[in-house]
């Protein structure tokens, strides 16, 4: 049985992540670690809940300690906007964080790190469509470039040290129980929130803008099937492409009117646009298919359905 410990609990995918992994494995046997976020209630009262910071080696090896953790999921990140705002704290916590999570595996002999990547590590160099598993990873935001390195020091302990870590490039992720905080694609969980909310938005993109996005059931499957799949059957290990849908703003919009027709959209694009325009509009996941068999679920119009109809059950029970 893994002792699990997911740093970065509180946010969009560590919430969700670690229910799902509290139901899999049993509540007391994965730890959520918080940072300054408050914890839901749900994760509260599904098991334990501790205060970690990556950037704190020893409290992170505290806690180790504490609970006999085997397995390290890291979510803790600053994402794209955020980073390019303060690009010292995104080197910090996206690096140094990182770098203590693994010495500490290294140091426990811990079974398994999960250390997740993004599309961010690709730039205007890159293909932008169908982008290769294997191409020119020269990106231009701070983010991006501490997720490049992230990837080939996550690689570089499994060859080093023999150490299993994994890792894979998230799309544009979209889902209803936690907000994302600081990235680009959020305008793409927004728009949910702002159609349900005043039956208009306005897109801090261009209509035309489009992006890899996935939604969090795929997400979360995409991460379990990965941490499950046989270790020798790999070929890569930290920077799996994952594909599940790629669409325009304006295709998203559609999407939202084909179910709430009075909805209207408009489009101020800021600064956020550049970073939009320095990633792919999909991916080639071939590698993750023939490796560890991913196949995702959801189209856009299947996660339009199910996120108008959950955020409508929030508005109706008065939580946003
Ligand atoms: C962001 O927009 O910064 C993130 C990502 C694609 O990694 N959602």
């Given at each position: 049985?893994?002792?699990?410990?997911?740093?970065?609990?509180?946010?969009?995918?560590?919430?969700?992540?670690?229910?799902?992994?509290?139901?899999?494995?049993?509540?007391?046997?994965?730890?959520?670690?918080?940072?300054?976020?408050?914890?839901?209630?749900?994760?509260?009262?599904?098991?334990?809940?501790?205060?970690?910071?990556?950037?704190?080696?020893?409290?992170?090896?505290?806690?180790?300690?504490?609970?006999?953790?085997?397995?390290?999921?890291?979510?803790?990140?600053?994402?794209?906007?955020?980073?390019?705002?303060?690009?010292?704290?995104?080197?910090?916590?996206?690096?140094?964080?990182?770098?203590n999570v693994l010495e500490v595996a290294r140091e426990f002999k811990m079974k398994q790190v999960l250390v997740p990547s993004?599309?961010?590590?690709?730039?205007?160099?890159?293909?932008?469509?169908?982008?290769?598993?294997?191409?020119?990873?020269?990106?231009?935001?701070?983010?991006?470039?501490?997720?490049?390195?992230?990837?080939?020091?996550?690689?570089?302990?499994?060859?080093?040290?023999?150490?299993?870590?994994?890792?894979?490039?998230?799309?544009?992720?979209?889902?209803?129980?936690?907000?994302?905080?600081?990235?680009?694609?959020?305008?793409?969980?927004?728009?949910?929130?702002?159609?349900?909310?005043?039956?208009?938005?306005?897109?801090?993109?261009?209509?035309?803008?489009?992006?890899?996005?996935?939604?969090?059931?795929?997400?979360?499957?995409?991460?379990?099937?990965?941490?499950?799949?046989?270790?020798?059957?790999?070929?890569?290990?930290?920077?799996?492409?994952?594909?599940?849908?790629?669409?325009?703003?304006?295709?998203?919009?559609?999407?939202?009117?084909?179910?709430?027709?009075?909805f209207e959209i408009s489009y101020e694009p800021d600064s956020r646009q550049e970073i939009a325009d320095s990633w792919p509009?999909?991916?080639?996941?071939?590698?993750?298919?023939?490796?560890?068999?991913?196949?995702?679920?959801?189209?856009?119009?299947?996660?339009?359905?199910?996120?108008?109809?959950?955020?409508?059950?929030?508005?109706?029970?008065?939580?946003?």
């Amino acid at each position: 049985m893994s002792k699990i410990l997911v740093i970065g609990s509180a946010g969009q995918i560590g919430s969700e992540l670690t229910l799902l992994l509290r139901e899999m494995y049993g509540g007391s046997n994965v730890v959520a670690g918080i940072r300054n976020t408050k914890p839901s209630e749900k994760l509260t009262e599904s098991g334990p809940c501790e205060v970690v910071d990556a950037v704190d080696p020893d409290g992170v090896v505290g806690v180790v300690k504490k609970y006999s953790i085997d397995t390290i999921i890291n979510m803790a990140a600053i994402l794209s906007a955020t980073g390019e705002k303060n690009p010292m704290l995104a080197w910090n916590v996206n690096m140094n964080g990182l770098i203590n999570v693994l010495e500490v595996a290294r140091e426990f002999k811990m079974k398994q790190v999960l250390v997740p990547s993004s599309i961010a590590v690709f730039g205007p160099s890159t293909p932008i469509d169908n982008t290769p598993q294997e191409t020119i990873l020269k990106p231009t935001t701070i983010y991006g470039v501490t997720k490049v390195a992230g990837e080939l020091l996550g690689d570089y302990y499994v060859r080093r040290y023999g150490m299993d870590v994994r890792g894979l490039r998230y799309p544009g992720i979209i889902s209803h129980e936690t907000l994302p905080g600081g990235g680009t694609t959020d305008y793409a969980v927004a728009i949910y929130y702002e159609a349900v909310r005043n039956n208009r938005y306005t897109c801090f993109v261009n209509e035309d803008t489009r992006l890899p996005m996935m939604y969090m059931p795929d997400c979360l499957k995409a991460t379990i099937d990965l941490m499950q799949a046989d270790f020798s059957k790999l070929k890569h290990h930290c920077d799996y492409n994952v594909g599940a849908m790629s669409f325009s703003a304006g295709e998203l919009a559609a999407s939202v009117k084909k179910y709430m027709p009075g909805f209207e959209i408009s489009y101020e694009p800021d600064s956020r646009q550049e970073i939009a325009d320095s990633w792919p509009n999909s991916v080639d996941d071939s590698a993750a298919r023939e490796e560890w068999d991913w196949q995702p679920d959801y189209d856009l119009d299947a996660m339009t359905r199910d996120m108008l109809k959950a955020i409508k059950e929030k508005q109706e029970k008065g939580l946003i």
